[in-house]
């Protein structure tokens, strides 16, 4: 069985500060897929990241940077100089040999002016 | 770049009648998952397909079927609604080759259905 959890239900934050987003997961497989998803208010699920079990290698994109820790099974996502066009739901998944994705509860990050 | 669509994007349906949302996957992806998302919650995993057949089943009523179709298309059909059903319905494809470093695993934008 798979599991993934995003303890912070809700975030808030005022614009330009750092924020970290969660995940913890488990998993029995040795090979997997981590993704981070955002759900705007519009409702679409925008892919941000995907990370497979061999690449520990931390990524940083623009404002964005993960950091995947196997030791301690969490792919924490955090969020540089927030704007509040980053208000929206995030959700961690985890995805292996059964294919379809797990997702974590979801995370609702508030940025107020 | 292609994504994947569905459709309608918006649905009004009455408790008891039929629904049919239709997804189509981005070019060369074959295979296909329907997942189903109620209000404040994760999305659930409902059922997937791979070249046409079905492969993976999760918590899909047995009020509800799904198939793939030769162009790889699918459609998720909802019999007997019920108010509960109400959800936002999204549709993902994915790319063959699992482990490549282009795997895709991609969402639709989602058909959001309201049973009154």
């Known amino acids: 069985a798979q599991k993934v959890t995003q303890a912070q239900t809700e975030i808030s934050v005022v614009e330009k500060e750092d924020v970290t987003l969660d995940c913890v997961y488990e998993t029995r497989d040795t090979t997997y897929y981590l993704f981070w998803y955002k759900q705007p208010p519009s409702g679409e699920l925008v892919f941000l990241i995907r990370?497979?079990?061999?690449?520990?290698q931390n990524e940083i994109s623009g404002r964005y940077s993960w950091n995947f820790q196997k030791s301690t099974s969490s792919f924490n996502f955090t969020i540089t100089a927030s704007q509040v066009v980053d208000s929206a739901v995030y959700f961690c998944a985890l995805n292996n040999a059964g294919n379809m994705l797990t997702f974590g509860g979801g995370t609702r990050l508030m940025v107020k002016p | 770049a292609a994504g994947v669509i569905q459709s309608p994007r918006h649905l009004i349906k009455e408790k008891r009648e039929t629904a049919t949302l239709k997804c189509y996957p981005i070019?060369?992806?074959?295979?296909v998952y329907w997942y189903q998302q109620g209000p404040g919650q994760d999305p659930q995993f409902l059922i997937s397909?791979?070249?046409?057949?079905?492969?993976d089943k999760g918590s899909i009523p047995d009020r509800f079927s799904a198939q793939q179709f030769s162009d790889y298309h699918s459609e998720l059909n909802m019999s007997s609604l019920e108010l509960g059903d109400s959800a936002l319905y999204f549709c993902a494809s994915s790319s063959p080759d699992r482990w490549a470093p282009n795997y895709g695993y991609t969402f639709g934008s989602g058909t959001r259905l309201t049973v009154v």
């Open positions: 990370r497979n079990s061999f690449d520990e």
């Open positions: 070019p060369r992806h074959d295979t």
């Open positions: 397909f791979y070249e046409k057949m079905q492969s």
